[in-house]
């Protein structure tokens, strides 16, 4: 059974600075052969993905947070993290932590941790 689990959400003013961190279970080895992603949501919106890592460490990113938004990972501890900086509230949201393995067509999904940006 595979497991997302997110941490690091909380409320952090304007300017400010915070760090999402996914750790991933049951999954073992093929954690490096995966995409790794965040996404966020706010209420009545769609899902809108944030950042993505893949094989060879290839990064993609949204423009609203390029610059500001650094997404890496651990494939020893089948980690993936999320460095936001220079926070907006436009950034607040609920942050999903996505591992995604193509040769298997699955997603994965965690729980969601809120990120609230406001003074």
């Known amino acids: 059974q595979v497991q997302l689990v997110e941490s690091g959400g909380g409320l952090v003013q304007p300017g400010g600075s915070l760090r999402l961190s996914c750790a991933a279970s049951?999954?073992?080895?093929?954690?490096?052969?995966?995409?790794m992603a965040w996404y966020r949501q706010t209420p009545g919106k769609q899902r809108e993905l944030v950042a993505s890592?893949?094989?060879?460490?290839?990064?993609n990113y949204v423009d609203s947070v390029k610059g500001r938004f650094t997404i890496s990972r651990d494939i020893h501890k089948n980690t993936v993290s999320l460095q936001m900086n220079s926070l907006k509230p436009e950034d607040t949201a609920i942050y999903y932590c996505?591992?995604?393995?193509?040769?298997?067509?699955?997603?994965?999904w965690g729980q969601g941790t809120q990120v609230t940006v406001s003074s």
């Open positions: 890592v893949a094989g060879g460490d290839r990064t």
């Open positions: 049951g999954i073992g080895t093929i954690f490096s052969m995966c995409t």
């Open positions: 996505n591992l995604h393995w193509a040769v298997a067509s699955i997603d994965y």
